[in-house]
């Protein structure tokens, strides 16, 4: 079967401009179907840019995305791909920055987003909240929240979360988190317990030590007792997935095999993606892209990806690691000091 994107006829994101996109805005080029403060939903749902966008994907053509490291998701079999759509399944609110951990491959400082990120477009969420989104999350089956930053974190997400549960009770939740806060006592505050879809927690390494490296202020063995208590949620049929997430670099390639025995161990998926640049350094690029084929340590990756683990039912190899293929060296160059 052809794979076909389900973004842009079931989901929408939402950014704290109002602009509304189909999936992440920077992996569709800021392709923005309109604006929720300046338009009604129905208008820009399926309205002109909407329905170009699809029109795209129904072709097979994904000419707005970044298919470089988005892979396509497969559409079921019967899946009505068409330019006009009911109302969306799912809905995203990707806009809250705030996080108490700083990614090296993410942010350049812990603080800078918060420092930057305007109150007064958060509350122009807040005051419009129950106008503009509880008709849209009254017929919506799931909401997503947060891969900008950390829910945990920030109050603001918090309070969300409560609204929409008040506003649809049986909603469910798809959330991603760096998993340090995701407390079984921040659940059951939330009222979560019995709501979650999925859940993805962003950990991109197998020891404490490579963690580290990778994740500043960052809490290894908290990250790692939440997930066990994910776990337990997900064997008692309150979780229906749970994913483990691994951007893999120059620092952390290694731990890729030992990554996806401790999650199968889990009875979770891992989740491997190549690096993608989210900061403007060619150097940072360089150092941590061991995707790239001008990277020493190039085909060391493509050997390890060859390892049966990564063919077993818990690993996902997102679609640009599984095409690299190794580069046979020019013998001159071993002459080259």
């Known amino acids: 079967m052809d794979k076909i994107c389900k973004h842009p006829f079931n989901s929408i994101q939402v950014q704290n401009t109002g602009d509304i996109y189909c999936c992440c805005c920077y992996w569709t080029d800021f392709y923005s179907f309109g604006n929720i403060f300046e338009q009604s939903f129905d208008e820009i749902w399926n309205g002109d840019k909407a329905k170009e966008f699809r029109r795209q994907f129904i072709d097979k053509q994904y000419k707005y995305c970044k298919t470089d490291v ?10 009505n791909a068409d330019l006009t759509c009911e109302y969306p399944k799912l809905i995203e609110f ?37 106008r503009i989104f509880a008709p849209v999350l009254k017929k919506a089956e799931i909401v997503e929240l947060n891969s900008a930053g950390e ?19 049986d909603i469910k939740f798809r959330i991603i988190s760096n998993g340090i806060l995701f407390t079984k006592e921040a659940v059951e505050e939330m009222g979560l317990q019995d709501r979650l879809d999925s ?17 500043e202020r960052g809490n290894f063995d908290a990250v790692t007792e939440n997930i066990k208590y994910l776990s337990e949620l997900k064997k008692q049929g309150l979780l229906k997935e749970l994913q483990l997430n691994f951007v893999v670099t120059s620092l952390n390639y290694k731990e890729m095999k030992s990554f996806a025995k401790f999650v199968k161990k889990l009875n979770a998926k891992a989740f491997f993606i190549n690096y993608h640049r989210q900061i403007d350094s060619d150097e940072l690029e360089k150092k941590l892209d061991i995707s790239r084929k001008d990277h020493p340590k190039y085909n060391e990756l493509v050997k390890i990806l060859k390892d049966d683990i990564f063919k077993d039912e818990c690993c996902i190899v997102n679609d640009y690691l599984k095409n690299l293929k190794p580069i046979k060296k020019n013998i001159f160059s071993l002459f080259k000091k």
């Open 70 to 79: 988005c892979d396509p998701y497969i559409a079921p079999d019967g899946y």
């Open 94 to 130: 990707s806009y809250d920055r705030r996080c108490n951990v700083r990614c090296i491959f993410c942010r350049l400082e812990i603080n800078a987003e918060e420092e930057r990120y305007n109150r007064e477009k958060e509350q122009r969420i807040e005051k419009n909240f129950d």
């Open 151 to 169: 829910l945990f974190s920030s109050p603001h997400s918090v309070e969300i979360v409560k609204k929409i549960i008040k506003i649809n009770p």
């Open 199 to 215: 859940v993805t927690i962003s950990i991109h390494a197998a020891t404490e030590k490579t963690y580290k490296k990778l994740v």
